[in-house]
């Protein structure tokens, strides 16, 4: 059960952060961002800066969702 919540949660940090992409992508330029329970947790240019701070506020590696924001569009064409 336990299992099931974590993963729903997840999902709806994924959610959160997708339909906060634009806010978070001017806030947070060209930065990892952490989402955890719909709060930006952390963020940095930095991964390894990032987990730290997660390490430091408690929340166990792999819990929140992390993704890298840039106004970038790549267009790969395979």
């Known amino acids: ?3 099931q919540q974590e993963l729903r949660r997840f ?4 959610e959160y952060f997708e ?3 634009e806010q978070l992508r001017k ?3 060209d930065q990892w961002v952490a989402v955890y329970d719909h ?3 952390g963020a940095s240019k930095d991964i390894k800066r990032l987990v730290r701070q997660l ?3 408690g929340i166990p ?4 969702f992390v993704e890298y924001t840039t106004e970038r569009e790549d267009l790969l064409i395979l």
């Open 39 to 41: 709060q930006v947790v």
């Open 11 to 14: 999902t709806s940090d994924a």
């Open 55 to 57: 390490e430091r506020k």
């Open 27 to 29: 806030q947070y330029p």
């Open 19 to 21: 339909s906060h992409r």
């Open 61 to 64: 590696r792999g819990r929140a």
């Open 1 to 3: 059960m336990q299992v």
